[in-house]
């Protein structure tokens, strides 16, 4: 999956800018004061579907099969004059920013005008990424709305929900969530009274995210919006979803939603945003009556910072977030695993450290998310205001084309978009320690086998190795250079890998290895197992 925050991908289209919008509260092009030498922007800045759909072949020829783009749904036409203001290191600190980011819906039903051109529209964009074989991810809200009270005056779109048909339906009226009144005040009923909950006093999760508007999951009234509109786009082409803010909803509304949406589109995946490094809380939202769906790994992304960043941790630090057994998860190998995105600093590594982080990330269990950017180290180590979603536009494409992470990247992305093994195959670890990782992905299904062996070196220095724990015997092709081993019975297999660099031998038939055999077995008892 290729993560873009769509306002600041490409402009294709500069016809949709909107650069008068707001007036006096202009929402185009709003650049920060420059944090260590660079400015961050809280305005829109013209990506949009047309510069996406311009570059599909450049993010397919990567070896990408899916795109998750930010919510599309209209979102309002001013900059917010509450909140706090935002700095270098704050978040959510939303005074004078716009809504670029799409997280702040007011009409779920209508796209936001800054993403269509003429001749395409979502629909348009879906047909685009089908004819290339892509899938369109969508990141949908089902927390809350746009920013409502603090205003300097009740601002026009903040604070209020539209219906199918463009009617008010809810209005927060820029009052303090605790000054609603929806026994009273039709308006209020789809919000929450509670406003911000100070976590040493409860949970959060019970309470307003910064001033946003927050939807009341009691109201059978939300959960009908929503998915009605959700359903909507599905049916404009929307392949899957992303949910953002997944854990501030409890989770039998998850459970209301996502069977609503499943009964009309069975077996439709999503995944959610639990932002949370414990494993067991965010494997909540996997299990039956908590929503059933995936999550981003969070746990993972922690340890892969630590293994590829700066901090130069060895491959057994990621030994305790994969869970290939006994883990809370309903199914680990379905989690998104990335390394950072658009709510935290990307990852501060050097070339060297995205290429291993990439080596990992696309032959390890999960489905591999890569933030924009990210192929050639964009603005590594920037947090949000600083810098972390800039604008990358053709000229960073063309400078991404050069970079040799992009080169990495698009050799093993596109090994994995190559093997059903890679993709879907149960992981077995041989050696996870220091700067080398060995493990096998095993595929087994309707007629198709695959056996992936997997060789990593995120060291200085070319390493050889030797494997012989359940080797199976048979010709074993390289899948990066097309050369080929024979293994015979009992035999081993030599190879050296490169500094920084990968090798995955595939071996097409049937287990037979009796080692091999008895693990796979052990990992299906596991996969059977109640949570």
Not at 95 to 113: A, L, P, R, T
Not at 120 to 137: N, Q, S, T
Request: negative net charge; aromatic residues 10%; proline residues 5%.
């Amino acid at each position: 999956v290729y993560f873009v925050v769509t306002d600041r991908f490409v402009n294709g289209d500069t016809g949709n800018d909107q650069r008068d919008q707001g007036g006096k509260l202009r929402t185009f092009d709003i650049p920060l004061a420059p944090c260590n030498g660079v400015a961050g922007n809280i305005g829109y800045l013209g990506g949009d579907f047309k510069g996406l759909a311009d570059n599909l072949d450049y993010i397919r020829a990567m070896g990408f099969t899916s795109v998750w783009v930010t919510p599309v749904v209209d979102n309002p036409d001013e900059v917010f004059t509450g909140g706090s203001k935002p700095g270098c290191g704050t978040i959510l600190s939303d005074q004078g920013k716009s809504g670029y980011h799409g997280y702040w819906g007011v009409d779920f039903y209508k796209v936001d005008e800054h993403l269509p051109s003429p001749g395409l529209d979502f629909r348009g964009l879906a047909d685009a990424m089908e004819a290339r074989d892509m899938k369109l991810v969508l990141d949908i809200v089902g927390n809350h709305g746009s920013p409502a009270w603090t205003m300097t005056h009740d601002q026009p779109k903040f604070g209020k929900v539209y219906g199918r048909d463009g009617r008010l339906i809810a209005d927060h009226q820029n009052l303090p969530p605790q000054q609603l009144d929806p026994a009273r005040n039709p308006l209020h009923r789809f919000y929450n009274t509670t406003g911000p909950v100070d976590g040493a006093k409860g949970s959060i999760y019970d309470g307003n995210l910064a001033q946003l508007a927050d939807f009341d999951p009691a109201n059978p009234a939300v959960l009908d919006y929503l998915a009605g509109a959700y359903e909507q786009w599905i049916d404009q082409g929307a392949d899957a979803f992303r949910i953002d803010t997944i854990a501030w909803m409890p989770p039998s509304f998850w459970q209301a939603f996502t069977t609503r949406i499943r009964a009309k589109h069975p077996g439709f995946f999503m995944f959610g945003e639990a932002f949370d490094y414990d494993a067991s809380k965010i494997a909540v939202h996997t299990l039956p009556g908590n929503g059933q769906v995936s999550v981003l790994d969070f746990p993972m992304k922690q340890a892969m910072d630590e293994v590829f960043g700066r901090k130069g941790a060895g491959f057994e630090r990621l030994a305790s977030s994969l869970f290939l057994q006994g883990g809370p998860y309903a199914n680990p190998y379905e989690l998104a695993t990335f390394y950072d995105n658009h709510d935290m600093p990307r990852m501060d590594a050097s070339d060297a450290g995205f290429i291993d982080a990439h080596n990992w990330l696309f032959t390890a269990r999960g489905i591999p998310v890569v933030y924009y950017g990210s192929e050639m180290g964009f603005m590594r180590g920037r947090a949000e205001h600083a810098g972390n979603r800039n604008y990358f536009g053709n000229e960073g494409i063309a400078a991404a084309r050069r970079s040799p992470i992009h080169a990495a990247l698009s050799r093993i992305a596109n090994v994995r978009a190559g093997s059903p093994a890679l993709q879907r195959g149960v992981q077995l670890n041989i050696e996870l320690a220091g700067d080398r990782a060995a493990f096998y992905r095993v595929y087994q299904h309707a007629g198709r086998q695959q056996v992936a062996l997997v060789l990593l070196n995120k060291g200085d220095a070319s390493q050889r190795f030797e494997i012989a724990s359940m080797l199976q015997t048979g010709r074993w092709r390289s899948a990066l250079d097309g050369s080929s081993v024979d293994v015979a019975a009992n035999g081993i297999l030599r190879a050296d890998v490169a500094a920084h660099g990968v090798q995955v031998y595939l071996l097409d038939a049937a287990i037979s290895e009796p080692s091999m055999l008895a693990a796979l077995a052990a990992a299906m008892e596991d996969a059977r197992r109640p949570r």
